[in-house]
């Protein structure tokens, strides 16, 4: 098969397509009663609906199903997966490190965004101080853990460094330290590459809400004498609430699915590992079928109060 | 303060609007993207498929006379022109180049066209690929444990023709007939190997320190003690690897387990009839330990005991180079990971490999080692003739000829030792034909995956960095698979 047969082919699928979809919404178009909007709705939808039945409901049932099953999906075993989860010690460790992954990283890294936005807002060199900051955000995790990676690589104190975290410490007189070996605080070192990539997330939007904030507001707060910290309290922050919210939920939504971070710096040794990593492994590597749907599931349970909390907070805003 | 924040709301509020239309459009660009390509996906499969009418037919090339030494076992397959095999491997660029190369005098011969492709996530992809019914036509599987699996849970693996059962039957021992056999069938025959039980030192820096290669065990760690009292770590090694972090150390456990209990106590214990925490297996490890975690003998060039888990395999024996440290386990493959231009030969080199002494006289010289085996998950004819090329030993001269640096080693017994390029090769080739010469295959490939692939290698890593031999062997026991 020819490279330009596989093109040929692909723009005949696209005219197809288009053909298709004319075709429809010309139809749609033609009915025009109130009974025809249902019709007109119902063409819009049902694609959509089908799609997200096939590629996100149907998957998402499956796994449930799978995760009461053994490790080759053979037999029922009831809540025994669930069971392994929470009383397994290597399984606990996992669900250890994901709560302080949850708990750690979004804060941290909207803190610091925040806070850099306030300090460089209207500065000289805000738009170089911006970019600092937002470079990272250009990097892939993978990227980012490989850099981070040979930063934490661990010499004795008598070999030459290749490390430069250990390097500084070096030259600061200290011995090397094992950043990725010593728990728990290897995975707080993981969670900097994190927060190394998303506090330029953070600070980006939080730093455009900041500019929003009406100056008659700023400047009625200073005929009332407000400056400094109590600004900061009382003005800034109430006034970007809402952007602080998205900032914080997106942040924890991509802190539950970390996996590349944990895979490419420690490969999920020394007691790094966390669920998202945890249930490839036990699906992909050990063939633990059962298991690996059960860490799913887990994680699934995880995200959803995240993601209502952010659609509620969404509603409320639209209903001001 | 309320006006305010409706004044924000209001003006947030339009933004919103604006960015509606630009991601409605987007949605829709989105839309016809992903079904053109859901549909050219479709279209792709039909074309490599169903092509087993051709055959019987005379390919155009067989008659030339580089192709004499494969037109007997090729001619039942016909004329192959136009047909392609899908080829998925684990070895990438640059070691791809001699396996291509390899293929050259197959593709010249039957007119097939061979597409190769090479993965870092080979051993995972492929099972996602064949679960999800799109498999390559062939694969070259490192573990006969992951053969294993995937007969067993998939059924898309084919069973080998009889052309492949001959060729192996001729030129491959009867052990490793056994690897690519599941259940009483054949499927695949195996590719190329690898051998484990050596140890890399600096044949210079022996020489400097009249220092001579140990026989046993014992003399092994008398030699770490005299280097040891030099200053010189006598010991380093990495274990890192990062998915596979903690693989080196299961080849230490194995070659020890081999050396101090016999091919016959190995067997068991790789089939799980003696527990993995049983005695024999905790006072292998501590012999282990007795290298691996002892202060004075590692880690030459990195640190302390723990530096070994950080330490990637790759740069596990470099410090050689620099006179740092002075022995170091690894299999022959290792050869490749030292820096061009390093003189690897017995006399006066910058490196070269001994063999693993012994600890236990009564067991012979156990070897160690591994290989790739090569899987079939389509029935057609110019399938089976690659598979068939591939367990000749046409192609094993080929490959040996075609990898002019070194890295390769078969146990075809039709591998003549001139075509292969380095010493250390050389010497496995020479080990792995000898018929008197005990082969075991790594123990960890063998092994389920949730063992071999899983547990062994984090518990060994954690062993590395403080667990006792007992918590480790345990959690391992803990985790096979009940069946």
Not at chain 1, 76 to 98: A, C, H, M, P, W
Not at chain 1, 235 to 245: A, D, G, N, Y
Not at chain 2, 23 to 45: D, K, M, N, P
Request: glycine share 8%.
């Amino acid at each position: 098969m020819s490279v330009p047969y596989k093109f040929g082919q692909m723009f005949i699928a696209i005219g197809a397509f288009v053909a298709v979809m004319g075709v429809v919404l010309f139809l749609a178009d033609r009915v025009r009663s109130r009974k025809g909007e249902v019709v007109q709705t119902v063409v819009f939808v049902l694609p959509a609906t089908l799609m997200i039945a096939f590629g996100l409901l149907y998957p998402g049932l499956r796994t449930i199903y799978e995760s009461f099953k053994d490790a080759s999906a053979q037999k029922f075993v009831g809540f025994d997966n669930y069971k392994t989860i929470f009383t397994s010690e290597d399984q606990i460790t996992v669900l250890r490190n994901t709560a302080i992954w949850v708990i750690v990283t979004p804060v941290l890294a909207t803190l610091i965004g925040l806070v850099y936005a306030v300090l460089i807002d209207k500065a000289k060199i805000e738009k170089f101080a911006k970019a600092l900051i937002f470079l990272p955000m250009a990097i892939s995790l993978v990227g980012a853990s490989l850099i981070w990676k040979f930063v934490y690589d661990y010499k004795a104190t008598e070999n030459q460094q290749i490390g430069l975290a250990n390097q500084v410490l070096k030259w600061l007189g200290l011995d090397t330290y094992r950043f990725l070996l010593t728990e728990p605080w290897n995975t707080i070192f993981l969670i900097v590459i994190m927060i190394w990539v998303q506090a330029g997330f953070a600070m980006t939007v939080l730093s455009a809400s900041i500019k929003a904030i009406p100056d008659d507001i700023v400047e009625a707060a200073r005929l009332d004498g407000v400056s400094g910290m109590r600004m900061f309290r009382y003005i800034t922050v109430p006034s970007i609430r809402p952007s602080l919210i998205v900032v914080l939920t997106t942040i924890s939504i991509a802190t539950l699915k970390v996996f590349d971070i944990v895979r490419t710096a420690t490969g999920g040794n020394f007691n790094t590992s966390v669920l998202a990593y945890e249930f490839y492994r036990q699906s992909f590597v050990s063939f633990n079928n059962g298991l690996g749907a059960a860490l799913a599931v887990m994680l699934f349970i995880l995200v959803t109060p995240i993601v209502v909390y952010n659609i509620r907070q969404m509603r409320k805003l639209e209903a001001r | 303060m309320r006006d305010a924040e409706n004044r924000i709301w209001s003006r947030e509020g339009a933004v919103r609007m604006r960015s509606t239309k630009a991601r409605r459009g987007a949605a829709a660009f989105a839309i016809v993207v992903s079904a053109s390509i859901v549909l050219a996906a479709c279209g792709g499969s039909s074309g490599g498929g169903g092509g087993g009418g051709s055959a019987g037919g005379k390919a155009p090339g067989l008659a030339k006379a580089e192709c004499a030494p494969i037109k007997s076992v090729m001619t039942e397959y016909g004329d192959l022109s136009g047909k392609h095999v899908k080829v998925y491997t684990s070895v990438v660029a640059p070691e791809d180049v001699p396996q291509k190369n390899s293929y050259k005098l197959f593709e010249s011969c039957t007119g097939a066209t061979v597409d190769y492709e090479g993965s870092k996530e080979f051993e995972a992809q492929l099972v996602v690929r064949v679960k999800s019914g799109n498999p390559p036509d062939i694969a070259y599987i490192p573990q006969p444990g992951l053969l294993k699996t995937l007969v067993q849970t998939t059924g898309k693996v084919i069973e080998a023709p009889k052309s492949v059962v001959d060729n192996v039957d001729k030129w491959f021992g009867e052990d490793w007939k056994k690897y690519g056999t599941v259940d009483g069938k054949f499927y695949a025959p195996p590719l190329d190997a690898n051998v484990k039980s050596f140890v890399w030192y600096s044949p210079k820096m022996f020489a400097d320190n009249g220092w001579t290669i140990p026989t046993t065990w014992d003399e092994m760690l008398t030699l770490s003690d005299t280097i040891a009292a030099t200053g010189i770590k006598p010991w380093c090694a990495g274990i890192g690897s990062g998915e596979a972090t903690g693989w080196p150390a299961t080849d230490w456990l194995e070659d020890v387990m081999l050396r101090d209990n016999g091919p016959d106590v190995y067997d068991q214990w790789v089939a799980h009839e003696i527990p993995f925490n049983d005695p024999k297996v905790a006072a292998a490890l501590d012999r282990v330990g007795g290298i691996l975690k002892n202060p004075k003998y590692v880690n030459g060039g990195f640190g302390d005991v723990k530096s070994i888990a950080t330490t990637t395999f790759q740069d596990g024996g470099l410090p050689i180079l620099d006179g740092k440290c002075a022995m170091h386990r690894q299999a022959s493959f290792y050869a490749a990971n030292f820096p061009a231009g390093t003189k690897i030969a017995e006399d006066g080199g910058d490196v070269f490999a001994f063999y693993l002494p012994v600890t236990n006289a009564d067991q012979g010289k156990p070897v160690l080692g591994a290989g790739n085996f090569i899987a079939a998950f389509r029935d057609a004819p110019e399938v089976q003739a690659f598979q068939t090329y591939l367990s000749t030993d046409t192609w094993a001269n080929e490959k040996g000829k075609a990898t002019p640096n070194g890295g390769f080693v078969s146990a075809n017994k039709g591998l003549d030792v001139t075509n292969v390029a380095s010493a250390i090769d050389q010497e496995s080739v020479k080990i792995l034909q000898d018929p008197n010469a005990v082969f075991r295959f790594d123990g960890s490939d063998l092994m389920p995956g949730a063992v071999g692939a899983g547990s062994e290698w984090k518990e060994l890593t954690a062993w590395i960095t403080g667990e006792s031999t007992k918590d480790a062997l345990s959690k391992i026991e803990d985790s096979w698979p009940a069946s």
